[in-house]
């Protein structure tokens, strides 16, 4: 079982930077592939960042952008976003998961409770 807590949203400028967070419980957490994922109003969620262990894969719309890491010590994750754009608004979900396919929501079995992410013009 794992629980997973989101923050580090809000609101920022075009351009600006935002740092998210998630924490995670769980003696297993290392095992999980984790990523973050985005929903926008009126659109599906869409991934954003993955990482598992040394592996990570991003988006191609938040490659150069974006950066996720995780420390497994600390059962944390985080999101580094660089050069926001308005489209960039949406709430972001941590998600933790067993499956294989990166891109894929039915891959990750948890998800915490999202963060908004606000990007103004």
């Known amino acids: 079982q794992v629980q997973l807590v989101e923050s580090g949203g809000g609101l920022v400028q075009a351009g600006g930077s935002l740092r998210l967070s998630c924490a995670a419980s769980g003696r297993t957490f290392s095992s999980y592939r984790m990523a973050w994922f985005r929903q926008a109003p009126g659109k599906e969620r869409e991934f954003v960042a993955g990482i598992y262990w040394s592996r990570t894969y991003y988006a191609d719309s938040m490659k150069g952008r974006f950066t996720i890491s995780r420390d497994n010590a600390k059962n944390m994750m985080y999101l580094q976003m660089n050069s926001l754009k308005p489209e960039d608004t949406a709430v972001y979900y941590c998600?933790?998961?067993?499956?294989?396919?990166?891109?894929?929501?039915?891959?990750?079995?948890?998800w915490g409770q999202g963060t908004q992410v606000t990007v103004s013009s």
């Open positions: 998600a933790a998961g067993l499956g294989t396919a990166w891109v894929a929501p039915p891959s990750y079995g948890y």
